[in-house]
C-alpha cells in the first residue's frame, strides 16, 4: 500500500488495537491522502477474553476470524468514506474483512496472505487434544465456506503463491487472480557490517498467532536440546507480540523473549541465523524474505519456505524432523564461510525476485483489469 500511496490516491481505513502505537500511526498517516481507524479490543484479547470469544463463535454460524473482525463501527466509518470521496478500487486486506458492505458499483479485489481455511486445516492436523481439535475443525468448516463465499463475491484475488492462486482456481476456475508476491523494502532492510553474534538465532513474527507458536514450541522442546550439548554459549532471541504462557515459561539466560519491538531490523543484524520452523501456515512467510533481504542465513522447514523462490543448500537451508533442522542450525554456527555464502546468495534473490516496486506494478495491473471488467462485488 505505501507503494502504491506513491503514485496514486490511497485512503485507509483499519481496525487497530485499543491502545495504538502513536509513532506508528503517525507515520502511517503521513503516507496516505486519508486514515481512519477503528479499535477494536478482540485484536488484544487476553486469555479469558479469547475464550469468551470463541464461545460466541462456537454456538454462532460465524468463524472465531469473522467474530472478532465483525464490528458495526467498522461499517458505519466504511460508509462515512465512501460518502466523502469517490473510489475507483476497494482493496479489502484478507477474507475475515469481506463481509463488509462495500460502495455499489466499484470492483473490489481481495488480497489473501494466506488461504486461511487450509492453514486451519493443517493446524486440525496436528491438533492433539480432542476438544481442541474438535473446536478448530467446527472453525475451519465455518472459514472455507466464508473464505470461499468471499472469492465468489469479489472481482478479483491477489494471491502470494502460485500455490495459492492454483488453490482458488481449482474451487473457482472463473476467478480473475494474480501472484502478487509478498516483497521487501530493500533500502531499508539493508546488510550492514557484520556485528552479528556467532552463537545467536533469531526467531520473530506474531508469537501468539498458532502457526508461530506451534513452530516454537516444536524448536523449544525438540530442537534446543539436541544443541544445548555441542553449543552450550548459543542464544534463541525471541521477538514478537502477543507471546502466550506456553512460549513465557521457556524463558532462561539462552532463551530471551522480548515481546513487541518498535524495529527488528537491530536484531536482525545481531543474529548469526533466523529459525523459521514452522509446521503449519500457508502463503508466503515475509520473515524468511526480510532475513534473506539482510543477508542473514535462514534455516526453515520445507513448509515454512512453501510459495518462496528459494533454492535448499544455495540461499536457505532446509529441515524438517529435529535432528536434521539441529544439524543445520550447527552447519550455520560452526561455519563462518558457510553462512556468508547463503547470506549473500540469500540477498541475491530478494533483489531479484521480491522487490516491492514488481509486486506493485503487478497489484496495479490486477486493478486495471478489475475496472475494465466492470464487476463490483456483493458482500461476503
Known amino acids: 500500500m505505501k507503494g502504491l500511496a506513491a503514485t496514486h490516491s490511497v485512503s485507509l481505513l483499519s481496525f487497530v488495537p485499543p491502545v495504538p502505537d502513536a509513532e506508528a500511526l503517525a507515520e502511517v498517516r503521513g503516507e496516505y491522502d ?76 481481495l488480497d489473501e496472505q494466506n488461504i486461511e481455511y487450509d492453514v486451519l486445516r493443517r493446524v486440525v492436523s496436528v491438533t492433539r487434544a480432542l476438544p481442541r481439535k474438535l473446536y478448530n475443525y467446527l472453525d475451519y468448516a465455518k472459514l472455507k465456506r466464508e473464505e470461499e463465499r468471499a472469492w465468489r463475491a469479489v472481482a478479483a484475488c491477489a494471491l502470494t503463491s502460485s500455490r495459492d492462486e492454483d488453490f482458488v482456481r481449482r474451487v473457482l476456475p ?76 521457556y524463558a532462561s539466560a539462552d532463551v530471551i523473549i522480548t515481546g513487541a519491538v518498535t524495529d527488528v531490523r537491530p536484531y536482525l543484524e545481531a543474529a548469526r541465523a533466523v529459525i523459521v520452523p514452522l509446521r503449519v501456515g500457508g502463503g508466503t512467510r515475509l520473515k524468511i524474505l526480510e532475513a534473506m533481504a539482510m543477508a542473514k542465513p535462514v534455516i526453515s522447514t520445507r513448509l515454512g519456505a512453501e510459495g518462496l523462490g528459494v533454492t535448499g543448500g544455495r540461499d536457505i537451508l532446509l529441515a524438517d524432523d529435529p535432528a536434521s ?54 458482500a461476503a
Open 325 to 378: 533442522f539441529a544439524d543445520q542450525v550447527r552447519r550455520v554456527l560452526d561455519d563462518t564461510d558457510l553462512a556468508a555464502q547463503l547470506g549473500s546468495a540469500a540477498r541475491r534473490t530478494v533483489e531479484t525476485e521480491y522487490d516491492w516496486k514488481t509486486s506493485v506494478r503487478k497489484l496495479e495491473d490486477l486493478y486495471e483489469a478489475a475496472i475494465v471488467d466492470g464487476t463490483s462485488a456483493r
Open 174 to 249: 472463473g476467478a480473475r487472480t494474480a501472484v502478487v508476491p509478498n516483497a521487501v523494502d530493500l533500502q531499508r532492510l539493508a546488510p550492514t557490517s557484520d556485528g552479528a553474534d556467532r552463537g545467536s538465532l533469531l526467531f520473530f513474527g506474531e508469537i501468539g498467532y498458532y502457526p508461530n507458536t506451534d513452530a516454537l514450541l516444536f524448536f523449544l522442546r525438540d530442537v534446543l536440546p539436541r544443541l544445548r550439548g555441542s553449543h552450550p554459549s548459543m542464544r534463541l532471541v525471541i521477538v514478537g507480540p502477543s507471546v502466550p504462557k506456553a512460549i513465557q515459561r
Open 34 to 109: 486519508e486514515v481512519a481507524i477503528v479499535p477494536n479490543d478482540r485484536l488484544a484479547a487476553g486469555p479469558t477474553a479469547k475464550r469468551a470469544l470463541q464461545l460466541h463463535s462456537l454456538v454462532s454460524p460465524r468463524s472465531f476470524e469473522r467474530v472478532v473482525c465483525q464490528q458495526r463501527a467498522f461499517q458505519i466509518a466504511l460508509d462515512r468514506m465512501v460518502a466523502r470521496s469517490r473510489f475507483d478500487i476497494v482493496h479489502v486486506e484478507g477474507c475475515s474483512m469481506a463481509h463488509y458492505e462495500f460502495p455499489e458499483g466499484v470492483p473490489v479485489v
